[in-house]
Each structure stands twice: as C-alpha cells, then as structure tokens.
C-alpha cells in the first residue's frame, strides 16, 4: 500500500496563529480526505481533497477555517486558521480508492495554547 | 439520527474470551464497510474488510447484514494484544463510527 508521510508530527501553536499540516503521497492516488480526532473521540471528516479544484467540506466545516490544497495527485495541505483551544485536536490525512479501505498516515498532533 | 452508531462499551473480557461487536449504519447507498482498530495515541489501522458473504481472518469474522444495515466483529480467543479500540466504517463519504473500546484482562 502506498506510504504517507505527514507533517509535522506535533505542534504546539498559539491562539490565533494558523497552522499548514503537510500530506505526501508515494504514488498518485484518486482520493485523499482529512478528518479530526479530538481528545477522546472518533474520527471526523473535515474535507475531500480534490486534485485541481475546491475541496468538498463536510457540515461544519468551512474553506476560511480549513483551507485545503491538492495541486497534484501526491500532495495535500490543509491549514487551521486562527487557531483556538478548541483545534486541539489530532489532524489526519487518508487516501482511498473508489469503494476502498483508507490508510493513515501518522497523524499531527495540535495543541493550541 | 447519526449515519453510524457503535456501542462504546468497554467492553472488558477475560482473555481467550469471543467478543462481538455490532455497528449500524443509516445510509443504504454505503457500498463498502471496514473494520479498523486504533491504539491509544496512534491512527487508526485497517483490521479488515466486511464482504457481503462474511469473511473471517484467523480470530476475526466480519459479518454484513444490509437487510438490517448492520456489520458485526466477532473476535475469537481474545489476546491481551486485542485491547484497542475499533471503529468500523460505512464507504458512503467514509464515516467513521464513534468507536468501541475493549479491554482484555490478564
């Protein structure tokens, strides 16, 4: 399976800075996606990233917040803005096929001071 | 109405115990279902994939009813090892259930 590489791994950032969290691919893969896991919770799906165009946001989720980039099939950014206690969270970035189990990679651990 | 509901449990079993644990999910278009399990602090890691006609991996089966609109795992033998939790997943937008935890006792 193709390997995710994330960065950065952890962060420790200061109310109302913006972070970009890093997603790179070893292979070109269709889709890639970003969720949020908060302390405690499951998983939560911020945002499609679509090669070329405007990612698909889910409820809740809005571009000002949560820009998200994908300028090529291998490659993802996605930014937290004006960042809160309340981002502290674990970001994740995942890749799938159509109909395809998701893979992982490790994770950015946030923490907003 | 959340698109997928999982007990949280914990659930706490002896080892060599079976457990089971049942996920339903709201939206009929979902084509494909997963099971991951995800240990304290780190991401989520594919377990297996739930087919139609159940599939089994060595200590785990996974079972589909779309009638009902549920996936079970079913967990044989626990280890101590299997402490974790585990999220099962609904391929229609990829929603992530909220997760149940087991713990396998000495």
């Known amino acids: 399976s193709a390997v995710i590489s994330q960065k950065p791994s952890r962060d420790i950032c200061q109310r109302g800075t913006s972070l970009t969290i890093q997603c790179q691919v070893d292979?070109?893969?269709?889709?890639m996606f970003w969720y949020r896991q908060q302390p405690g919770q499951s998983l939560t799906l911020i945002a499609t990233?679509?090669?070329?165009?405007?990612?698909?946001?889910e409820s809740g989720f809005v571009i000002d917040k949560f820009p998200i980039s994908r300028p090529n099939l291998t490659f993802s950014t996605l930014t937290v803005s004006n960042m809160s206690p309340e981002d502290s969270s674990i970001y994740l970035c995942?890749?799938?096929?159509?109909?395809?189990?998701?893979?992982f990679g490790d994770g950015t651990r946030l923490s907003i001071l | 109405r959340k698109e997928v509901e999982q007990d949280p449990g914990p659930f706490n079993v002896p080892e060599g115990a079976t457990v089971a644990f049942n996920c339903t999910y709201s939206?009929?278009?979902?084509?494909?279902f997963f099971w991951y399990r995800q240990d304290c602090r780190k991401e989520p890691k594919l377990l297996m994939s739930?087919?139609?006609s159940g599939n089994e991996d060595g200590r785990f089966t996974a079972q589909l009813n779309r009638a009902s609109q549920y996936i079970s795992l079913l967990i044989r033998d626990s280890k101590l090892s299997d402490s974790a939790t585990y999220l099962c997943?609904?391929?229609?937008?990829?929603?992530f259930g909220p997760g149940t935890r087991l713990s396998v006792l000495p």
């Open positions: 995942t890749l799938s096929g159509l109909n395809q189990p998701q893979h």
């Open positions: 292979s070109q893969v269709t889709m």
């Open positions: 990233a679509n090669q070329g165009s405007e990612a698909t946001y």
């Open positions: 939206n009929s278009a979902s084509q494909s």
């Open positions: 739930v087919y139609s």
């Open positions: 997943v609904a391929a229609f937008g990829f929603v």
